[in-house]
C-alpha cells in the first residue's frame, strides 16, 4: 500500500465552528478582548482616573472630592446595586468572561503549552510541570521567558494610565522631566512590571482559586438558582471513560460536579470542550450546558429560578434608580470651583489684617476668576492681584490687606468672584478692627 493511499484512508471530520460550544468559546474571546480595550480607553478618553498630585478622583475630566456627595453616593449605589444583581444572576462569568487576571493567565498557559509542550502548566494542586523532552531547549525557555516579560511591561502601562495623563506618560517613556514628575514614577511603574511577570509567570488561576478576594465576595450574592454548569447523565458509561471537561477546565474542578459555592468561574470551555469530543465521534452535543435554577432536574426549574431572582430585582431596582438619580443630578449640578476665605492670622499666625481667598478650579482646562470686594470703601483694602489665571485643574491663592487705618469696630463685607465662563459665588467676611 502507497503512503498516499494509507492518508486517503484516514477519516477527515470537520468540526462545526457554528456549533452551540464554538460560539461559546468566540464569544468569550471577544468580550475578553473588548474588556482589555475597556480598560484602557476609560483613563485614555477621560472617563476615570486618580490625579494621585491633587489627591482627586477625575470623571469625564472633572475633580470629584467629597464635596461632591451627590456624585459619589450616586455612583456607588449605582455601580454595587447593579452588580449585586449581575451576581446573584450570573454568578462568577466575570471571572471567566471579562476579569483581565484570568485574560492573561490563560494567554500565558497558551505560551507555556507551545514552547514547552501541553502538560508544562503551572499545577494548581503544586505537582511538578511536566516539560515535554523534545521542546525542554534553553531556546524554549529564553523564548519564553522574554515573551512574558515583553507583555508585562507593555501591560505594566496600563494601571498607569489610571494616575498619570498621557502627556506625563509620554515623557517618562522618552525619559524627559515634566511638570508633576518626581522620579517615583520608574518605582511604580517598576512595580507594575514586576507584580504582572510573577503573576503571569508563577501564580496565574493559582491567585483565581485560592487567593482572589474580589471572587470570595462574587461569591456572598449566590444563590441555588444562579447560573451554573449541569450534567446530563443519559450517557454516562460515555462520560466515565472521558475527562476530557475536566483536563480542560483551567481552575481544575470537575464541571460534571459543580456545586453553589465552588470555584467554577462559568467559562464555558468544558461545554466546548465536551462538543468537540462528542462532535468529532459523531455522537450529538456537549453533555454539559448552562443553567438556572436548582441543580436537580426539575420542570419547574426555570420558573423558579426567575421567579427568586426577580424578587432580588424588586428590591435592588430602586436603589439603582436612586443611584442613576443622584449621578445624573451631582453631574448636572457640578460645581467647577471652589473657593473660600479666611485670616491668615487664625491660619499661619500672620498679619492680622491679611486674608487669603483659597481658588480651587476642578477642570482639566485653562480658566480665569477674578475676584472683588463689596462692603468696604475701596481705600479700606488692597488686593496683591485681583486675578487668578488657571492652566488647568489646580489650586490658587489670591491676598488682601485690610487697611489698619478704620475705625474699632465690626466690618462685614462680601467677597466675590467670577469666572470668565459665567460662574460666580460669594463668600462673607466678618472683620473686626481693634484700637491701635
Known amino acids: 500500500m502507497s503512503q498516499s493511499s494509507s492518508l486517503s484512508d484516514i477519516p477527515i471530520i470537520a468540526v462545526n465552528s457554528n456549533s452551540p460550544g464554538q460560539k461559546i468559546h468566540r464569544r468569550r474571546r471577544l468580550l475578553q478582548a473588548i474588556t482589555v480595550l475597556v480598560a484602557i480607553l476609560i483613563p485614555v478618553l477621560g472617563f476615570f482616573r ?38 446573584s444572576a450570573l454568578g462568577t462569568a466575570f471571572c471567566g468572561w471579562s476579569c483581565p487576571q484570568n485574560t492573561m493567565s490563560e494567554w500565558a498557559n497558551y505560551w507555556h503549552r507551545r514552547l514547552l509542550g501541553k502538560n508544562s502548566e503551572v499545577m494548581l494542586d503544586g505537582a511538578p510541570m511536566k516539560v515535554s523532552s523534545g521542546k525542554n531547549k534553553i531556546v524554549n525557555w529564553l523564548g519564553l521567558g522574554a515573551i512574558l516579560l515583553g507583555f508585562s511591561m507593555v501591560a505594566g502601562f496600563i494601571p498607569m494610565l489610571y494616575f498619570y495623563p498621557l502627556d506625563t506618560l509620554f515623557d517618562f517613556v522618552t525619559f524627559q522631566s515634566a511638570d508633576g514628575m518626581n522620579g517615583s514614577e520608574y518605582y511604580i511603574y517598576g512595580i507594575c512590571v514586576l507584580i504582572i511577570f510573577v503573576d503571569v509567570a508563577y501564580l496565574r488561576h493559582f491567585f483565581c482559586r485560592f487567593m482572589c478576594v474580589y471572587k470570595v465576595w462574587q461569591h456572598s450574592f449566590k444563590t441555588k438558582e444562579t447560573l451554573h454548569i449541569v450534567h446530563d447523565t443519559s450517557a454516562a458509561d460515555e462520560c466515565a471513560r472521558c475527562n476530557f471537561c475536566q483536563t480542560s477546565c483551567f481552575v481544575e474542578i470537575d464541571p460534571r460536579k459543580t456545586q453553589t459555592y465552588d470555584a467554577c468561574i462559568n467559562c464555558g470551555e468544558c461545554i466546548t470542550a ?61 460645581e467647577p470651583y471652589r473657593f473660600s476665605v479666611y485670616d491668615t492670622q487664625t491660619a499661619q499666625g500672620r498679619n492680622e489684617n491679611e486674608f487669603r481667598v483659597s481658588l480651587s478650579h476642578k477642570l482639566y482646562q485653562p480658566a480665569e476668576v477674578s475676584v472683588s470686594i463689596e462692603g468696604l470703601d475701596e481705600d479700606a483694602y488692597r488686593f496683591q492681584s485681583t486675578i487668578a489665571s488657571f492652566d488647568t485643574a489646580e489650586r490658587k491663592y489670591v491676598k488682601f490687606n485690610i487697611s489698619h487705618d478704620l475705625e474699632p469696630g465690626l466690618y462685614p463685607f462680601l467677597v466675590k468672584v467670577e469666572s470668565t465662563d459665567g460662574w460666580r459665588r460669594s463668600f462673607r467676611v466678618h472683620h473686626v478692627a481693634v484700637e491701635k
Open 50 to 87: 486618580i490625579d494621585i498630585l491633587a489627591g482627586a478622583f477625575v470623571v469625564l475630566d472633572r475633580q470629584i472630592d467629597f464635596g461632591d456627595f451627590f456624585i459619589i453616593m450616586g455612583f456607588w449605589l449605582m455601580v454595587s446595586s447593579a452588580l449585586i444583581i449581575t451576581y
Open 274 to 334: 465536551c462538543e468537540s469530543i462528542r462532535g468529532s465521534r459523531k455522537m450529538g452535543a456537549s453533555l454539559l450546558s448552562f443553567a438556572m435554577g436548582e441543580r436537580q432536574v426539575k420542570k419547574e426549574q426555570p420558573r423558579n429560578a426567575m421567579m427568586a431572582l426577580r424578587s432580588r430585582f424588586f428590591w435592588i431596582l430602586p436603589l439603582v434608580t436612586l443611584g442613576v438619580g443622584m449621578f445624573s443630578w451631582g453631574m448636572v449640578n457640578y
